[in-house]
């Protein structure tokens, strides 16, 4: 989706990508917007990206499907660190 509207992510690894684009609220989400969540080495180490209705879309890890996790779940609203939004 990034690359579909012309934006390229110097970065790959989560941490770095929270550094780019406008930070929003998680109220004020909108799809195509990233979040970033921390993990248990206590920085950020997640990334999903909003696709609407509390709802978002990412890879739970390495040779796992891609899945749409509600992001009110417990897990993502403990470790969640920030959200930007590379794009309007």
Known sequence: MLNKNGIKMPTRTP???ANYGRTVLIN???PGDLVFFWTGSGKIGHVAMAVG????????????DVQITNLKSSWYQKHYVTSKRLFE
């Open 15 to 17: 941490a770095k990508q």
């Open 28 to 30: 004020q989400l909108r």
């Open 53 to 64: 209705n509390n709802q978002i879309i990412h890879s739970v890890g390495p040779g796992k």
